[in-house]
T-cell receptor, first 114, second 112 residues
Framework: NAGVTQTPKFRVLKTGQSMTLLCAQD?????MYWYRQDPGMGLRLIHY???????AKGEVPDGYNVSRLKKQNFLLGLESAAPSQTSVYFC?????????????FGPGTRLTVL | AQRVTQPEKLLSVFKGAPVELKCNYS??????LFWYVQYSRQRLQLLLR??SRESIKGFTADLNKGETSFHLKKPFAQEEDSAMYYC??????????????FGKGTKLSVIP
């Protein structure tokens, strides 16, 4: 099992460009999450999904959109990238949503917006 | 709103010395707390969770509701313990879903 994978690993964008980050998991998990991590900060939840076809806002959702068309994939979109979105993005998944369920993390995507 | 505070950005200890990584939380509900670890060039992974009352790699953490703390401890540090450690709090966000709130992390450096 590959676990949680993220594509791409690195990306450089210019201000105003758009892009989509792909997260895939092969563990048949219901819940998926997108976090961002900035220097000196902990991970902050952007959006999450409790199942195929569902999405919900996290702590810092502005400027991002997400989609969960297939259970195994969770896409994070930036419609018009801004330098403030320079960050490392982590995807995670879990079997369920309660505290008994471990979140499994991907390796991260390092995004730089110029 | 929930909050997790890790007061130390960096903690350096000598090999064999005891380790204590501090974590304090603020949450109005019943807290469920976790420690995650990220070793160099590896992905973030769960180290231990309060709900399981387990000891992993010699680390333990006790929830102290009076002091709102969940400090991570190990009696004898090893070089392989050098990593970034994050404390996290699970909170209910409605409709059957929960969110993890992370602290800013503490970098543990074990000096040989």
């Amino acid at each position: 099992n590959a676990g949680v994978t993220q594509t791409p690993k690195f990306r450089v964008l210019k201000t105003g460009q758009s892009m989509t980050l792909l997260c895939a998991q092969d563990m048949n998990h219901e819940y998926m999450y997108w976090y961002r991590q900035d220097p000196g900060m902990g991970l902050r939840l952007i959006h999450y999904s409790v199942g195929e076809g569902t999405t919900a806002k996290g702590e810092v959702p502005d400027g991002y959109n997400v989609s969960r068309l297939k259970k195994q994939n969770f896409l994070l979109g930036l419609e018009s990238a801004a330098p403030s979105q320079t960050s490392v993005y982590f995807c995670a998944s879990s079997l369920g949503g309660g505290p008994v369920y471990e979140q499994f993390f991907g390796p991260g995507t390092r995004l730089t917006v110029l | 709103a929930q909050r997790v505070t890790q007061p130390e950005k960096l903690l350096s200890v000598f090999k064999g010395a005891p380790v204590e990584l501090k974590c304090n939380y603020s949450y109005s509900g019943s807290p469920e707390l976790f420690w995650y670890v990220q070793y160099s060039r590896q992905r973030l992974q769960l180290l231990l969770r309060h709900i399981s009352r387990e000891s992993i790699k010699g680390f333990t953490a006790d929830l102290n509701k009076g002091e709102t703390s969940f400090h991570l401890k190990k009696p004898f540090a090893q070089e392989e313990d050098s990593a970034m450690y994050y404390c996290a709090l699970s909170s209910y966000s409605g409709a059957g879903s929960y969110q993890l709130t992370f602290g800013k992390g503490t970098k543990l450096s074990v000096i040989p």
